[in-house]
């Protein structure tokens, strides 16, 4: 069993930056494809990122590339969210999730999720 706990969320205008993080336990960290979703009211979770577990293969949502980095650190069984370029869009629930496949980009690969983090973007 997996546990998640995401941190880093808030609120912040548009344009500025934001740095999640998700901290993993419980299980073997590299074993795992790490993602990034988000919920916003009255909407659908959506995919944002997703990394391989060796930080090899990162994959985007076409609406955050260029503005989004996922990260991971093994070491410290993290993985990380930047995000610069904020917008009012991007306003949501931000979950971190673990899918053990070498390649997940729908929530139903992932078998665990943590409670999710506000961000905020204000106009």
């Known amino acids: 069993q997996v546990q998640l706990v995401e941190s880093g969320g808030g609120m912040v205008q548009a344009g500025g930056s934001l740095r999640l993080s998700c901290a993993a336990s419980g299980g073997t960290f590299t074993s795992y494809t790490m993602g990034w979703f988000r919920q916003a009211p009255g909407k659908e979770r959506e995919f944002v990122a997703a990394i391989s577990w060796s930080g090899g293969t990162r994959n985007y949502a076409d609406s955050v590339k260029g503005r989004f980095t996922i990260s991971r650190n093994n070491a410290r069984s993290t993985v990380y969210l930047q995000m610069n370029s904020l917008k009012p869009e991007d306003t949501a629930v931000y979950y971190c999730?673990?899918?053990?496949?070498?390649?997940?980009?729908?929530?139903?690969?992932?078998?665990?999720w943590g409670q999710g983090t506000q961000v905020t973007v204000s106009s």
């Open positions: 999730a673990a899918a053990p496949y070498v390649s997940a980009m729908t929530p139903d690969l992932y078998r665990y």
